[in-house]
């Protein structure tokens, strides 16, 4: 089958339009706001960002994860209109970028997770173990699995149970808590630390102290390894970026963090 | 008034050699930005960039454990890739009835092709999993699952190229050769493959381009751990995925330290290309006028 | 023996993800956007959409650039140590880690062009990325022309810019398309690179100065982040069958060239 060589010139065009239309399917003219950062915090902007487009034709959210400290570093270069992170903003940020505000939007456990099978039989343990086990790294008992360093949720682990220890270095690292989680649930001893809202089946949370994370232990503080989520902007926020976070704020936006399984900010 | 064509001769020329210094341009720009930002990193660290211990918020910038992640999990993945490819390579150039060479040559390049998150994906759900059985530790990320997937990443790209080679060795070397009484496989050892040597040992070097360089795959299977990996069962970092994994939230002095884990693996493909030509010293032609290259792209 | 293995490891890894990745191929899979978090429900039209935008802004960019340096180096500069110069930088160019293209990417495009995570940003570095390619094919095409050609056409008075444009531009045409189409198939094999620059965003871009995941980059968010190891296969079988067909083009493409070339001239 040859093509003659004046076919060649009709294919070819037809081929760009057919691509050229398939593109344009996407095209709009709207305005955007960006957010980004915490992957805790992705899976309530995320429901946000539906129900909010669902009410504003004209405004598109995208939502990117990253962790808390690329929030915070999208936010203060421009690459992000709102951050989201999972721990509070820390000195050194609020020494150098004076300008971020952040506003309090639910509150999070962090568990501690085991695969279902539970090959080491744990099902209560206490601060200080856990520390040991991380500091202690990969062994034969165990696969300790972590966050990057620009996680949020590692901070909050690391302020409230490692203290000074440090993380083993054969620890396996993960950039979101979705990877935590599938690691930890495919990996039969392994341990690792995930937000509340991510927990379900696959993965097995263990109780601190005896304490189990939950909604209700994190709303009274009887559960240790708890902190606040925010939304981060630059100076005070105006327009469409105010009008988002209200709406993350308001009564159909604590819902929707109820929903999802996290702690709403009363 | 009428435009003189040779004027739009040289007028094109020049445009043309503007578009040529383009490339040059961007690799000096990148070269340069490369040092500029990894700089403060050697100057203010100095050698102990190269220390053991990475762990950013407590100060601690060395990635030797990054290179040696790096060199482990190449190394592994050439010892796995060359006899397979190589062997391959004289399989389809030597051995195969033409008609399935004729299938399985355009088949190979093919698979040139192919992503490498997609060797990533196959890593992860099955070969990860057989590796943590057979191991019985840990989830099976670790620098054996990494090296298996980079083999088969740079199979295809080092088989193809290898037997461009071999089938550009002259005839006549191996009429002569059997005339001589050789057996087939005493021809193959004794003259084909020293003769397709540089083509060879060209090929390697692209593959081992490649397995350097690639980074999705490596942080899907490799673990992830800034630590010298003691057994092939260990997990480890490399160079590539600590650059990918620390970038979006690495500011100042950590972000230069990024920076610089770019500046080696800049040094090293230099050291590589250098190695490359000096391979192909002596073969007639542009060494990328066999055009198979231009489908060895890393990820 | 070592032969069969060589072959089959790489091919064992292709039926694999496309025997697991086709029962999830469905309509749905491809005119619904992934729903984001962990489901890993819906399918990958936006992904698509990203992918294409990207790829046709990536090749509106080299091709012209890629086109233009090769005819400089393979008809009109001259064998001295600045043309060598020039070539060495693009051969160096060509095997600089995706990666680190990322990082030069994130600084220039996103921060000092201010271009934020963008698919422009995203196709500007791919563009930096395949333009040694490009070069290179378009130069072994157009060195393929055989020297007659040029011959005659100058021993009939044309300027050197005539010559290329009418005889060796339109011979070389086939290799040049054979390049194009390479180019496009190594923009859509990219992940290292569009990771850093583009974002993490699975929604539907609505202009080009939106971020997005290209087919590759969904790939490892979904394997990294979601069970929905199915949707993920099913995503790589696509991500082959579109590197397929691109190699089949090429492959169609040559044989015709040679078809022609051979059979009338």
Known sequence: MRINIHGRWVLLPMVCLLVATLGLIGCNGNTSVAVGGSTTVQPLTEKWRDAYEANHEDIDVTVEGGGSTAGVAGVSDGRFDIGAISRDLKSSEKEQWPELVDHAVAYDGVAIVVHPSNPNGITDITLEEIANIFEQGSTSTWTVVSREEGSGTRETFENRVMGDMEIASSAEFQTSNGAIKQKVANTENAIGYLS???VDDSVQAITVDGIECAIATVQDSSYPIARILYLVTWNEPEGEIKDFIDFAKSSEGQQIVEDEGYIAII | MHISRHFVDRVVKHIMLALATLSLLILVLIALYIFREAWPAFKELGLSVFDDKWYPSR???????????????????????VPLSIGCALFLAEVAPPQVAQVARPAVELLVGIPSVVYGMVGVVFLSPIIADISGQGSGSSVLAAGIVLAIMILPTVTSISEDGLRAVPRAYKDASLALGATRWQTIWHVLLPAARSSIVAAVILGLGRAIGETMAMMMVIGNSPQFPHSIFDSARTLTGNIAAEIAHATGLHADVLWACGALLFIMVLGLNTLGILAYRGKIGLPWSRGKSAKGRVS | MMGICGVSLPLFIVIYVIAQGLPAINWD?????????????????????????????????????????????????????????????VELLAGIPSIVFGLFGLAIFVQVFDLGLS????????????????????????????RSHREASLALGATRWQMVRSVVLPSALPGIITGIILCAGGAVAESACLYVVMGGSAEMPGTPLDGGRSLAVHIFYLINETNALDKAMATGAVLMVFVLVLNIATRFLSWQYRARVGGKK
């Open chain 3, 119 to 146: 698919i422009i940003s995203g196709s500007l570095t791919l563009a930096c990325l395949l333009l040694p390619f490009m070069i290179r094919s378009t130069e072994e095409a157009m060195r393929s022309v055989p």
């Open chain 2, 59 to 81: 100060e601690a910038y060395g990635i030797m454990t990054m290179i040696v992640g790096t060199i482990v999990s190449t190394t592994l993945a050439l010892f796995f890739a």
């Open chain 1, 196 to 198: 509340l809202g991510y």
């Open chain 3, 29 to 89: 899979f491809f005119t619904s956007e992934p729903a984001g978090g962990l489901s890993g429900d819906g399918g990958i039209s936006s992904v698509i959409i990203t992918t294409l935008w990207l790829v046709g802004a990536t090749l509106v960019v080299t091709v012209p650039l890629g086109i233009g340096a090769a005819i400089y180096l393979a008809e009109y500069a001259r064998d001295t140590w600045r043309t060598e110069i020039v070539r060495r930088g």
